[in-house]
């Protein structure tokens, strides 16, 4: 297994710098080299859509993924009516920035048992495709840790999502393979190989020994225990050549100085990844 | 689906009330009519062997199982037969308290690959298997939710350890199903009906929102989302008409009155289990 030489895939998750803006996280990447950037759909509205579009393409970056949709069990007819057409105006905002995946977070409900939730995913999903239909912007069905499952997503395995994603063309519908979610599953390689020209994402970060915090206790690559090398190569095994997210929800990572994140992660991806 | 009308099933596990030695949560359990206890190792050995002998049996009650054994995986072979060889003096305290099942906690080490420890895994539990041949306790395989699968429990699917047990003949191996660590799972209602004849325990608690500890932040039953009686129904439906534990890690309980606790598990098993 052999460590990349370069950066050419890289790309920086706006979760990893919390605090920048979207103009800073922009013009960190582009003076630090870094091709490509993850955007989150607050950090874009807090921007201004157009201008956050003006922005990347002025300083030459790509977009690897606009972060999220999802969220579509609701417990009541309205409410997930909302969400779906939130996830539309989603598509239309991965469409104006040029990127082709918008990720989803499938969404969970305390208010409803846990196979209704996942039909509520399952009709959402459905009902984004027809839209998202014409456009550029594929819909990436990302699984969640099953810690999650109460509260962010009831898809909670890569078999899970790769079942949904089939249901569609991979140019309409596929998989985001993030590591801290899936490396404790047993069929992890079995249903890389089955996402075979459906990933649309691959996110790094790593699984810390012990977790500081449930959501904001992701590691840096190389902190943890997750075979990220081995984990990469499956994807590039199963075809997929696209940009890999550094996506790390860390309190104390966010608290560093973004420039001096940036470096490390470039050398933790060159290192470890 | 029908609730329990009496507490027949009902099994205190000694960690819901941490706080109590054996010889307390025995005579709670006698003085409460709960008839069963799943007593754990340091426990026994805090009070004896003989002596936490005595007291079950003085006190009528049955030990529903012994936990636990397990933590396999390690990084010498000498530690790894250390290990070994504790799982066997566990058989021999199980056996002596008149328990039929040994609980394993499989183990995970920080300083494996996850194929290697579960690999340590398999090969523990044959060498324990052996040992245990003859005494009339069986080893019990309980996955582990997957956000312990660093430090824990590389075993984080009932279908892994079916695939662990079913190596064995019924008498030897079987799996148990807590519903903490495997509600989530989209195959769990399939995976209990593959284990049909082989559940050796069945351990219950809740899923709060939102979870407040990793470790001791499990609820109540009736506390949190997960779909009990549906789940204490499938088991019923595979065959399973053992003991039923309450095993609650949480602070705020394992501080509470252990008689208050007894009284609110016995009044939630009726109304939620």
Redesign the interface.
């Known amino acids: 297994m052999q460590p990349f030489t370069d950066t050419a895939r890289l790309s920086l998750n706006q979760m990893t710098t919390e605090l920048w803006s979207l103009r800073e996280a922009v013009e960190g990447c582009a003076r630090q080299g870094i091709p490509a950037i993850g955007l989150w759909r607050h950090k874009i509205a807090e921007a201004g859509l157009t201008e956050s579009s003006r922005l990347v393409r002025d300083a030459g970056l790509r977009v690897s993924s606009v972060c999220r949709g999802g969220m579509f069990p609701a417990s009541t007819a309205r409410e997930r009516q909302a969400r779906i057409d939130d996830n539309c105006r989603a598509v239309d905002e991965a469409a104006a920035l040029g990127a082709d995946t918008l990720v989803l977070v499938c969404g969970a409900s305390?208010d409803c048992?846990?196979d209704g939730a996942?039909r509520m995913v399952r009709d959402g999903i459905s009902q984004v495709v027809l839209y998202a239909r014409g456009s550029n912007v594929r819909i990436g069905v990302e699984p969640l840790?099953?810690?999650f499952?109460?509260?962010r997503s009831?898809i909670?395995?890569l078999?899970?999502a790769n079942e949904i994603a089939e249901e569609y063309t991979p140019a309409e519908v596929g998989v985001v393979v993030d590591v801290y979610h899936l490396?404790?599953?047993?069929q992890v390689y079995v249903e890389i190989k089955r996402a075979a020209g459906r990933i649309l994402g691959f996110h790094v970060s790593d699984?810390i020994?012990?977790?500081p915090d449930?959501l904001m206790g992701r590691g840096m690559m190389g902190d943890?225990?997750i075979?990220l090398r081995r984990l990469r190569e499956a994807v590039d095994e199963a075809g997929y050549d696209g940009f890999i997210e550094v996506e790390i929800f860390n309190r104390a990572i966010c608290n560093m100085p973004g420039e001096e994140t940036l470096k490390l992660m470039q050398a933790r991806y060159l290192s470890c990844v």
Chains 1, 2 share one sequence.
């Open positions: 305390p048992d846990i996942r840790h099953p810690m499952a109460a509260e009831v909670v395995t078999a899970e490396w404790w599953d047993p699984w020994v012990p977790v449930m943890g225990v075979e």
